[in-house]
């Protein structure tokens, strides 16, 4: 039993150690290049949904209460919206509802990853622009 | 609602990790952390080396004031920070 616990934490110590080594080697990669690898990931990596779609999500995430704001298949648009605009009111019926049609625990995944990467992006992109305004357009430190 | 992938479905060195997490904190795992070990390459694993950047790299801000931004941002977005 002891040495079944001390197998699992020398290599959950290993795996650790190669992690911190990847995080480690994002070191001195400007910070705009490392939300495009993000942004990247998550809508254009491998997944249960078409990375068109993904972008999709994504636009409309990031300007949702826009007049006119870029549509997403019917079914996502509540989910999409809450996720973007009030997250905390996402609740368990939102999820069971795309259960229901269809949609799998990976593409629901997706679907929220997409959403809260296009809502966190867009106000990325807002707080840096507000940023530079301040500075009288000279780049930060 | 916790989607059933995210709770169990990690893949095995990710399920090694939570359960090493599990066994020294003596609790159930965090849900961020679940969510950023299920499939770290479509979404954790950039996403993490994007936080570290913007919390612990180089800036014109200490740490603890970063840290307060972020309690700030969670609080408006009526999120448990």
Redesign the interface.
């Known amino acids: 039993m002891w040495y079944v616990?001390l197998a699992?934490?020398v290599?959950?110590a290993v795996?650790?150690v190669v992690r911190r080594q990847?995080?480690g080697q994002?070191?001195g990669?400007p910070?705009d290049e490392?939300?495009e690898?993000?942004r990247?990931?998550?809508l254009e990596?491998?997944?249960a949904t078409p990375a068109a779609l993904r972008h999709e999500i994504d636009a409309r995430a990031a300007a949702p209460a826009a007049v006119g704001a870029p549509d997403v298949p019917s079914e996502l648009r509540e989910l999409v919206d809450k996720v973007a605009l009030?997250?905390?009111a996402?609740?368990?019926e939102d999820?069971?509802e795309l259960q229901r049609a269809g949609y799998?625990?990976?593409a629901?995944?997706?679907v929220i990853?997409s959403a809260a990467v296009g809502a966190g992006t867009a106000r990325l992109r807002q707080g840096l622009e507000a940023l530079e305004q301040s500075r009288g357009g000279h780049h930060?430190? | 609602?916790r989607?059933?992938?995210?709770e169990r479905?990690h893949r095995l060195?990710q399920k090694?990790?939570l359960?090493?997490i599990r066994?020294l904190s003596g609790r159930r795992v965090q849900d961020i952390i679940r969510t950023l070990l299920?499939?770290p390459?479509?979404?954790g694993?950039?996403?993490?080396?994007?936080t570290?950047?913007?919390m612990r790299?180089p800036s014109?801000w200490s740490v603890g004031e970063r840290e307060l931004f972020a309690a700030f941002v969670s609080r408006l977005?009526?999120?448990r920070f």
């Open positions: 616990l699992i934490v290599l959950a795996l650790l990847r995080v994002a070191a990669v910070r490392l939300v690898r993000v990247a990931a998550v990596g491998p997944g009030r997250a905390y996402v609740t368990d999820i069971a799998t625990d990976d629901i995944f997706e990853a930060a430190p | 609602m989607l059933d992938a995210v479905g060195p090694l990790q359960a090493v066994v299920y499939r390459d479509f979404f694993g950039p996403f993490s080396a994007w570290q950047a913007a790299g014109a977005n009526r999120c």
